[in-house]
Nanobody, 125 residues
Framework: QVQLVESGGGLVQAGGSLRLSCSAS????????MGWFRQAPGKEREFVAY????????YYADSVKGRFTISRDNAKNTMYLQMNGLKPEDTAVYYC??????????????????WGQGTQVTVSS
């Protein structure tokens, strides 16, 4: 069974930092790739970052590049999203996702077959 549980969200002032965690079942952590997405109120879900195990590759949305870092800890079956320099426009529910079949575009939500329940990030100005 593929299970993903996010944690680490909260309220932070603009310019601050948060680290989100995605605890994954072993099956989820053996996925081809894992990613982070977010959804703000009244907006569509958007891609944030992914990490593609086999290629050893990470990729970020332009809006977070240089501020966010995606990483994994194999020993803990956990993926992280370190978020620095947070802005009010980063306010959203953040979701982690796992994709178990190859995709040629990991920035699309449809590439992933398992999702966590989300964690709220609120950035005050």
């Amino acid at each position: 069974q593929v299970q993903l549980v996010e944690s680490g969200g909260g309220l932070v002032q603009a310019g601050g930092s948060l680290r989100l965690s995605c605890s994954a079942s072993e099956r989820a952590f053996s996925s081809v790739a894992m990613g982070w997405f977010r959804q703000a109120p009244g907006k569509e879900r958007e891609f944030v970052a992914y990490i593609w195990w086999g290629a050893g590759r990470t990729y970020y949305a332009d809006s977070v590049k240089g501020r966010f870092t995606i990483s994994r800890d194999n020993a803990k079956n956990t993926m992280y999203l370190q978020m620095n320099g947070l802005k009010p426009e980063d306010t959203a529910v953040y979701y982690c996702a796992a994709g178990q079949r190859y995709s040629n575009n990991w920035s699309r939500g449809s590439a992933y077959n398992a999702w966590g329940q989300g964690t709220q990030v609120t950035v005050s100005s």
